[in-house]
């Protein structure tokens, strides 16, 4: 009777099997190819290793949509973007579901949401995490601002200064010092506005913060203002330029250390206009700054004296 040999089926990359090319470059002998590398036989050339998969790294279930393994971990969830959402309405291709399924997904996310976080202290953050997005949005800061206020929001929770304050105040100014310690051309007044809690409120947990963490914050200079009023007074660029370096200039005499960015900056601006476009009022260029008019025209007097 025959015997028959039985062999394992598997992946072994030990397991070489004779090549499509023909002959060895060097010696002309058998060449082999495993899972790893293309070697000859007779001299012991590696002619090829580590094949490189040339093929996309991203998956596509149709022709305009394509996915890859998902999106990067961000500080701005309190899960870091992993956590899991239940559609609606429709399926993975698109088509309608029907209304047993619907009530059933209905279900399963009123479900998730209860089971969703595991402590009230991850609940405050998602919370919190929530609001400084928002505001961030209305506020059209960048993702890397953003980022940097939503990490600011999670070492005052870690550091236990929460308790006792509201977590929409501690949003603000955790957007607030996120600003500041960027140098960005946004105060307190703008951040407030999207702010569903008061100044008061915003002031006292911004100090909080700046005293518990020890916040980098920069001083606004004048001319971090003068493209945001320039923009808002749609000036020209001349104008712009002729502004930015007038800012410059009384930054470095130090004539307003102490005195408003924006009403420095509102001045500079206005002193540019003057010299380009006529009936500009003071009243025009201190509403875009969001201060008085007696403001502008004080620091304007200034700069006749510095820089005329």
């Known amino acids: 009777m025959a ?17 499509s090319a023909n002959q060895c470059p060097e010696c002309d002998g058998r060449v082999t190819t495993s899972a790893v590398e293309t070697v000859c036989e007779d001299c012991g050339l590696i002619i090829d290793e580590q094949p490189i998969d040339h093929g996309p790294e991203w998956r596509a279930y149709d022709q305009e949509e394509c996915e890859r393994t998902g999106a990067p971990l961000t500080a701005a969830r309190h899960d870091r973007g992993l956590s899991t959402e239940i559609g609606r309405n429709v399926d993975a291709s698109g ?7 619907r009530r059933q997904l209905g279900r399963l996310r009123r479900e ?41 929001f999670r070492s005052a929770q870690s550091e236990g200064l929460l308790p006792g304050r509201s977590i929409e105040a ?9 600003c500041r310690c960027n140098g960005c051309s946004r105060t307190l007044d703008d951040v407030v506005i999207p702010a569903r809690v ?22 606004v200079t004048p001319s971090a203002f ?21 800012a410059e200039q009384v930054e470095s005499a130090g004539v307003v250390t102490g005195a408003s960015p924006s009403g420095v900056a509102a001045a500079c601006l206005y002193d540019a206009l003057r010299d380009h476009e006529r ?30």
């Open 279 to 308: 009936g500009v009022t003071q009243a025009a260029v201190a509403e875009a700054a969001n201060v008085t008019a007696v403001t502008v025209r004080i620091h304007w007097k200034t700069l006749q004296e510095v820089a005329h």
């Open 170 to 178: 501690m949003a603000a100014a955790s957007v607030h010092g996120a």
């Open 226 to 246: 003068v493209p945001r009023l320039a923009s808002a007074l749609d000036v020209s660029n001349e104008v712009r330029h002729q502004a930015r370096r007038l």
């Open 3 to 19: 015997t028959r040999d039985i062999y394992e089926t598997g992946f072994d990359e030990d397991v070489r099997v004779e090549s």
């Open 95 to 101: 088509s309608d579901l029907s209304g047993r399924k």
């Open 112 to 152: 998730h949401r209860r089971g969703k976080f595991r402590s009230t202290a991850e609940r405050n953050l998602a919370h919190g995490l929530g609001e400084v997005r928002r505001i961030a949005g209305a506020l059209g800061l960048a993702k890397t601002i953003r980022d940097q206020a939503c990490q600011l």
């Open 198 to 219: 008061d100044e008061t409120s915003v002031r006292s947990a911004y100090k909080t913060l700046n005293r518990e963490l020890g916040l980098p914050a920069k001083p």
